[in-house]
C-alpha cells in the first residue's frame, strides 16, 4: 500500500469547481501556503471493503480503521495507536448516527466495540448509541465520533460536526441560517474537551439530495473509503470537496445544494477546527480510483 500527500486550495476548489473537469484533475498536490493551525486528515480506500450488493467486508474495514488511526497519530501500530485514544480508566461513548435510510452500519459499530475494548476499556464502561446518547454520554470521559457522510437539505452536509445535535436536547433549535452554529453544541459540558477521533465514512455516500429527509439510491455511489481526523472540521471539509466533486462529474455542472455555511462558522467563530483545505494536511492510503481529491 502506498500513500501520498495533497493538499487543494480553496481558491483552486472554487476556481475549478465550475466546470465538470475539475473532478477529474483535482488529484494533484499543492503545497500549503500557511504557517496558521493546521490539521491532518488520513483518508484511505479499499476497493475490497464493500461487494457487488454494497455489504461491507468487515475484515477490510477493520484493516482499513487500523492503518488510517495508526497514521493518524503517528504510531507503529494499531494497538499503540487505540491505547493512546482510550485509557482503561475511561467512560467511552460512541457516537453513531442511526438516521433509518443511511446508519451508521452495525459491523462499524461492533467493530469500533472491540478496539475500544482491546485497548483496555472494559466492555461495561463503553457505551454505543445516537438517539439515546444524551442520557448515556453524560459520565463519559472520551467520545469517539462515527457516522456515514451524506449531503443534508438543512447544513448542506451531514457529518462529524453536525453528528451531536442530538447531545443538546434541542435539535431544532440549531436549524437557523442552514445550520450555521452546529459547532455551538461542542461546547456544551456533555462534549467540550472529550472527542477522541472521528470517523467519516464515505463507504457509500450521498452526494445530492432535495427535501427534508431526502434520500435517493442515484444520488449514492461505492466511494469505498473512509476519513478519520482529531479534527471534525477538518475531516467535514475534506469530505465536502469530495462530495462536490461528485456532484460536479455526475451532473456536469455544480448543482447547488444547501452552503455548508456551518463547516467555516466552525472554524472562524467557534474555533472548533480547521476549514480552510490550504491548511488540511490530507494523506491518502490505498485505493486511488476515483478519489475526486
Request: positive net charge; hydrophobic residues 45%.
Amino acid at each position: 500500500m502506498t500513500e501520498k500527500s495533497g493538499v487543494i486550495t480553496r481558491r483552486d476548489f472554487i476556481r475549478g469547481a465550475a466546470t465538470a473537469a475539475f473532478a477529474a484533475a483535482v488529484g494533484f498536490p499543492i503545497e500549503a501556503q500557511s504557517a496558521e493551525k493546521r490539521a491532518r486528515v488520513v483518508l484511505i480506500r479499499d476497493a475490497g471493503v464493500l461487494d457487488s450488493e454494497g455489504k461491507i467486508n468487515i475484515s477490510v474495514f477493520g484493516r482499513m480503521l487500523d492503518q488510517a488511526v495508526a497514521k493518524l497519530l503517528g504510531k507503529p501500530n494499531a494497538a499503540s495507536a487505540w491505547k493512546s485514544i482510550v485509557k482503561p480508566s475511561d467512560f467511552v461513548g460512541i457516537k453513531t448516527n442511526v438516521w433509518n435510510r443511511f446508519p451508521t452500519p452495525p459491523e462499524v459499530n461492533e467493530i469500533l466495540m472491540k478496539r475500544v475494548i482491546a485497548a483496555g476499556v472494559s466492555e461495561d464502561r463503553v457505551f454505543c448509541d445516537d438517539r439515546g446518547s444524551r442520557d448515556k454520554f453524560e459520565q463519559a470521559t472520551a467520545l469517539i465520533n462515527v457516522r456515514p457522510a451524506r449531503a443534508h437539505t438543512m447544513a448542506g452536509m451531514g457529518g462529524c460536526i453536525k453528528n451531536y445535535i442530538i447531545l443538546s436536547g434541542n435539535p431544532a433549535s440549531y436549524h437557523a441560517d442552514a445550520c450555521a452554529d452546529l459547532a455551538k453544541v461542542w461546547n456544551l459540558p456533555i462534549v467540550k474537551g472529550k472527542t477522541r477521533l472521528n470517523i467519516l465514512l464515505l463507504l457509500n455516500p450521498l452526494f445530492y439530495c432535495k427535501g427534508p429527509q431526502a434520500y435517493d439510491p442515484r444520488y449514492v455511489w461505492p466511494y469505498k473509503g473512509l476519513a478519520v481526523s482529531l479534527d471534525p472540521v477538518a475531516v467535514d471539509s475534506v469530505a465536502t470537496h469530495i462530495l462536490r466533486a461528485k456532484r460536479i462529474a455526475f451532473f456536469g455542472e455544480d448543482k447547488p445544494i444547501t452552503p455548508t455555511k456551518h463547516i467555516a462558522v466552525a472554524d472562524e467563530r467557534y474555533h472548533l477546527g480547521v476549514a480552510d483545505l490550504n491548511r488540511i494536511e490530507l494523506i491518502k492510503l490505498g485505493w486511488r480510483k476515483d478519489a475526486l481529491i
